[in-house]
């Protein structure tokens, strides 16, 4: 049982060596370390932080002051002028 193992392992090595043929093994590494890869890139990508635009002040217009007669005191009382 041991000895037909051992068997199987060395024929599978020596046909992926020799032949270039790849078993169903290496396939499932290979994709799993393209799938790490893929994983890796997009935790990189989310690292990225976005720069915040700086939000321009609006200056306020000074309102006119309207001059007001109705309210208005009236002028000072002057001592006529005699002479």
């Not at 370390?33 to 609006?58: D, L, M, S």
Request: net charge positive; hydrophobic share 20%; glycine share 2%.
């Amino acid at each position: 049982m041991f000895a037909a193992y051992l068997f199987c392992l060395v024929t599978c090595f020596l046909l992926e060596s020799k032949m270039g043929i790849k078993t169903k093994r290496n396939n499932n590494i290979t994709i799993n370390n393209n799938n790490k890869n893929n994983i890796e890139k997009k935790k990189k990508k989310k690292k990225k932080k976005k720069k915040k635009k700086k939000k321009k002040k609006k200056k306020k217009k000074k309102k006119k002051k309207k001059h007001n007669t109705k309210t208005s005191s009236p002028p000072p009382l002057s001592p006529p002028i005699t002479t």
